[in-house]
């Protein structure tokens, strides 16, 4: 995953193999095959390749970045044959996943995403270590975007992203369309297990990214507290240079006191170890990146030309930060080594802790950091859903997630939400969802059948306006269960033996607690005067000694003998209260 620019040289890291290729013949007369295998392919590029082959034909050598002998993923058909397809749909899914992280539209097209594709970018490596397998070139992450155009792209990726997670069916028109630059691609992708596989993929690389997102968010710290170091000190030098009678771009008569701070002197924190996938130091409350820091880095520079102090000054920050930008790439190395090899995370490379333009350069790093994090968290907020199980084709049922995958929802034609909590939100009514809550608690003794009705109806509306209703609680287990029972009985006359084995056959967890299915059997005897489920005994609660809270068992007399074997000198003053109680809790 490179977040320099493209085309800028890159230091040798663990990441990349560094190969240099020589022109040079060898004893034998004979050109060197990397070397001519390289230049065949700069002339088959026709005038994209003809600054590659000019140069080529100078030098008498060159180091090539993890040189990948192959051809064209779409040129070729191997890759898209059995047993092949498989291995290659889930390439392509992590490959698409990570292109709507790095905002890449240079690849794979889509059109929803507004991505015009380059199929060129994608190899299919015919030997070496990667063969076999799709290889991406030309990655980098985009410089942040306008704001609005950025809500835009990220809106339509976290749509794209929770449809294509939960729903093969979009999976499978995302692949096609991603292929559809060769017709024999197009042709052999169009099957369920392929589209399973892309769909896999997805999930896979989105995992494996997670991996590094507390790296990321680190990274991003580090560079704003450099950045924000440099402008404040900066702007301190600015006002003391600003003397009332003195001709601009003149030195003080006294230096600022203090020393040039923030140098070589101050290294960057170092990445703790206990970063997880899951950390929050960079989160959604955090200041976006202010344009106007583009515009005072640029005033710095150009004061610097006409005022000494600031030079010299600026010449300070670009020292320390080049050494600052060295220990973070130790840093971010080292990281990698010990914690993404492990988890099969992709692994960063950046052009942008060279040194060469320092201030610049950790700046830009900044924002294409920021403009990462956020993406990864719309794509982390759309695999935070699920698909809802299907009873019939006007009815859903699910719980607390579910209820929140609303682009997914609209997708399969649900209208309509139930709400069986007191305490889950009900959704924005922008989203057009007719809503009903039936607040309550899952708890033996709520009585529950005060809803049936409600309930039902409620149902019975969204199938006759032609939609679809999902019926949640919190897990989709019990009391949500439970109203979809009693609507079963009321609207469809079937028996609650009837209801529950059909709906436990589509959601085998389900679990409706005792009260509740006492309260269904009522139902039952009520509607068809018999019984066809036996209420199953809960198990009681243990009871729990005064003394050390240590659970002792059932019965009364356990509780008495415990006391008395364990807490002897305290069990007269137990002895009349557990005699005239149930249990001293």
Partial sequence: MPLGRRGKDQKESQTLRNTLLKAACDDKGATAGEWKEAHGAAMLLGRRGA?????????????????????????????????????????????????????????????????????????????????????????????????????????????????????????????????????????????????????????????????????????????????????????????????????????????????????????????????????????????????????????????????????????????????????????????????????????????????????????????????????????????????????????????AVEANSLHLLRHLGVTHLLNATEDLLLPDPATAFQTLRCSMRDMEEEDIGRFFAAAAAFIEEARSSGGAALVHCHEGKSRSVTLVLAYFMQAMDWTLKQALDFVTAARPQVSPNAGFMARLIRLEESLHGTKTVKLKKTKPEPRVCPVCSEKVGISLQSLSVHIRTKHNDVAAEYELMLRTCDSPK
């Avoid at 950790?362 to 719309?378: D, T």
């Fill in 51 to 399: 600054d590659l082959e000019e140069q080529m034909a100078r030098s008498p050598c060159m180091l090539v970045m993890e040189y990948i002998p192959g051809r064209g993923l779409f040129q070729l058909q191997e890759p898209f044959q059995p047993p092949q397809i498989l291995r290659t749909a889930e390439d392509l899914g992590r490959l698409f996943l990570l292109d709507m992280l790095l905002g890449n539209a240079d690849r794979l097209p889509c059109e929803a995403l507004g991505w015009r594709g380059n199929p060129h970018n994608v190899l299919f490596c015919d030997s070496g270590v990667h063969a076999g397998r799709m290889v991406a070139i030309d990655s980098a992450v985009q410089r942040r975007p306008p704001g609005g155009k950025m809500w835009l792209e990220d809106a339509a990726c976290n749509k794209l992203a929770e449809l294509a997670l939960n729903d093969v069916g979009v999976a499978g028109s995302i692949l096609r369309e991603a292929v559809s630059c060769s017709p024999f691609a197009v042709r052999s992708v169009d099957s369920p297990d392929v589209h399973k596989a892309f769909q896999q993929g997805l999930l896979t690389s989105l995992q494996a990214t997670l991996h590094i997102k507390g790296l990321l968010e680190m990274m991003f710290d580090v560079l704003s507290g450099w950045i924000d170091e440099f402008i404040s000190d900066m702007e301190d030098v600015e006002t003391t240079t600003e003397v009332p009678g003195t001709p601009p771009g003149t030195r003080p008569t006294t230096p600022p006191s203090a020393s040039p701070g923030p140098t070589v002197h101050i290294t960057p924190p170092p990445i703790p170890s206990h970063i997880t996938p899951g950390g929050t130091r960079w989160g959604a409350s955090s200041p976006r990146t202010s344009i106007s820091t583009t515009q005072k880095i640029r005033s710095i520079g150009r004061e610097a030309r006409v005022n000494e102090l600031i030079s010299e000054r600026l010449d300070h920050w670009k020292a320390a930060m080049r050494e600052r930008g060295e220990e973070l790439r130790a840093a971010v190395e080292e990281w990698q080594a010990k914690r993404a090899s492990c988890s099969g995370a992709p692994r960063l490379t950046t052009g942008f802790l060279d040194g060469t333009c320092p201030i610049v350069d950790a700046y830009e790093l900044k924002v294409r950091l920021e403009h990462m994090l956020q993406r990864l968290r719309v794509l982390q907020d759309a695999a935070a859903t699920a698909r809802p199980t299907r009873l019939l084709r006007h009815l859903w049922v699910g719980g």
